[in-house]
């Protein structure tokens, strides 16, 4: 399991790999997940088990790592919120809402 000290040094650095895309898709799906099982914000759908990333925990997780500012996590949501992975506060993925 990935721990906290495997995540990248600098923030920016973290920010760019987590969510570079290309044609909107995003291009390291695999190093996010990573990050959020890293940061303990990784759970899975409890109808089908498919991988999602709680929000709050993601944005606290890595905000106290990074030892980021209120705007800075904001902003961090946002781009997990867009970044077309499988997002959830509530432990269900897309599918089972
Ligand atoms: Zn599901």
Redesign the pocket.
Known sequence: MPTPDELPTAYAEFFTRAFAKRDNVLLSPTFLFECAEAVESLDE?I??G?PIINITAFGEGIGEHYVLTDEQIERLEEALEDSGVEVSDDD??S??V
Do not use: R
């Open positions: 759908c109808e089908c498919k269900v993925c599918d089972h």
